[in-house]
């Protein structure tokens, strides 16, 4: 959910909930990010990113079946404590996951 509606107090997808913690947006991420399956650490803003791209060819040309990349809503990776990708979200650097 855009972060206007979860100020708003508009219930969130998941719980139905209000200000929502769990599902609290973060102002200055994009609503949904593109991440893989895989085991990179970093969700990216963009599907064309080239940091993404070139995880999934590394992995192909290693014989490798790259893990489908999947748009999910940004609250999913920060949870699970991943971090931007530094290539297609540089003005997202240095953002900490919080846990609560
Ligand atoms: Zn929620
Ligand atoms: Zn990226």
Redesign the pocket.
């Known amino acids: 959910m855009p972060y206007q509606e979860w100020k708003a107090g508009e219930p ?6 209000g200000w ?4 609290k947006p973060h102002p200055h991420l994009p609503e949904h990010v593109y991440m893989t399956n895989g085991w990179s650490a970093a969700f990216h803003s963009r599907v064309t990113c080239k940091g993404l791209v070139s995880g999934q060819n590394r992995v192909a040309s290693h014989g490798g079946d790259p893990a489908d990349v999947v748009r999910v809503a940004v609250s999913k990776p920060i949870s699970d404590g991943k971090f931007p990708c530094q290539i297609c979200s540089p003005q997202f650097g240095g953002i900490v996951p919080s846990a609560d």
């Not at 969130?12 to 909930?17: N, V």
């Open positions: 969130c997808e998941l719980h139905g909930q929502c913690s769990l599902c």
